[in-house]
């Protein structure tokens, strides 16, 4: 039996009940040891090029029985399927907080219903880009959950807590959107039915500071006439620098025969840009009427020349008949 392994970055970010809002599994949990202050979500770190932090991350075991965990650093990205916040695998190249952050530890076993806290280094190069760089400190389980079935899947969880992290130095922010694309889909029939237009863009952050950012899509008909304008909900409200998603948005109610001016404007603080598309709405009947109508006019339009040429061709006389001169009979002499 053929086994496939699964690594689920369990990288739960909504807020649960746990120390310090920390990212939980329900097995287990990451997050920041609480600073003298108060409990931190996140790690929110600041540090100019070439600086050293110091801080501590704790793993907690909820369950009764000790669980054994690989520590890792990781540089976060953005899901190319819907922007969610995700961090790269323990095998795959790191390039900031991943290839920064030392973890005192990099493995650790941690007792039934107890917690321990593991100190960690981030030394910043020198030659680091200003701006913010966003990664996890993971806590990977060793063990493989087997899978069941004929192809049997195998289920590696991991536990992450956000590291927000900004080098000082100059901040640009910068949002574009483009590649939109329009897919309609409408009835045979005007009326018989509902007429739905599927719009595709790309959203990407080419600056160096994380964006949230706001996407609005108007579309315009005939004569300027307002077909919709609204503000889009699925758009990922951390767009993290160098990162670009390709996004969907439905328009059920989409005209059935009109031209539609999309456009769609995507802002975040200091920045805004805007991209357009155009489509023509027309069922496939209408569109096979017109086709065919003119198709006649334009077999008309050359039987109508043909003749119109046939009557203005001038009518060449025909050259006169050659005649041969007829000789002069002799008249029969007379005789003496």
Wanted: charged share 20%; proline share 9%; aromatic share 6%.
């Amino acid at each position: 039996m053929r086994k496939l392994y699964v690594l689920l970055l369990g990288l739960l970010l909504a807020a649960q009940a746990a120390p310090a809002h920390a990212a939980d599994n329900g097995s287990w949990s990451v997050y920041p040891v609480a600073s003298r202050i108060a409990a931190r979500p996140y790690f929110y770190l600041s540090a100019g090029p070439g600086q050293t932090l110091t801080d501590e991350v704790a793993v907690q075991n909820r369950t009764g029985r000790p669980l054994t965990f690989r520590l890792y650093a990781a540089d976060a990205y953005n899901t190319p399927r819907d922007g969610g916040f995700a961090v790269r695998t323990l095998k795959e190249r790191m390039r900031g907080v991943g290839a920064w952050a030392r973890l005192a530890k990099s493995r650790i076993t941690v007792p039934g219903h107890k917690t321990v806290t593991v100190p960690f280094t981030m030394r910043v190069p020198r030659g680091a880009e200003p701006g913010d760089h966003p990664g996890a400190l993971v806590a990977l389980d060793e063990r493989i959950d087997p899978g069941s079935g004929r192809l049997a899947l195998g289920v590696q969880r991991a536990v992450g807590a956000r590291v927000y992290l900004r080098v000082g130095g100059p901040t640009l922010p910068a949002l574009s959107v483009g590649n939109v694309h329009i897919s309609h889909h409408q009835p045979l029939i005007p009326g018989l039915g509902g007429s739905t237009a599927t719009v595709s863009y790309t959203l990407r952050n080419s600056g160096n500071v994380t964006l949230d950012p706001k996407v609005e899509l108007t579309a315009r008909g005939l004569f300027g006439r307002t077909l919709l304008d609204r503000e889009l909900t699925r758009v990922p409200s951390e767009l993290l620098p160098g990162q670009s998603v390709r996004l969907t948005e439905t328009w059920r109610g989409a005209p059935q025969l009109d031209r539609a001016d999309v456009t769609l404007t995507a802002s975040a603080p200091g920045t805004r840009q805007s991209a357009s598309a155009s489509f023509v709405a027309l069922p496939w009947a209408v569109a096979a009427l017109l086709f065919a109508a003119g198709l006649v006019t334009g077999v008309l339009l050359v039987r109508a020349r043909r003749g119109r040429a046939r009557r203005s061709v001038p009518v060449r006389p025909s050259p006169p008949a050659r005649t041969t001169p007829s000789r002069p009979r002799s008249s029969p002499s007379a005789r003496p």
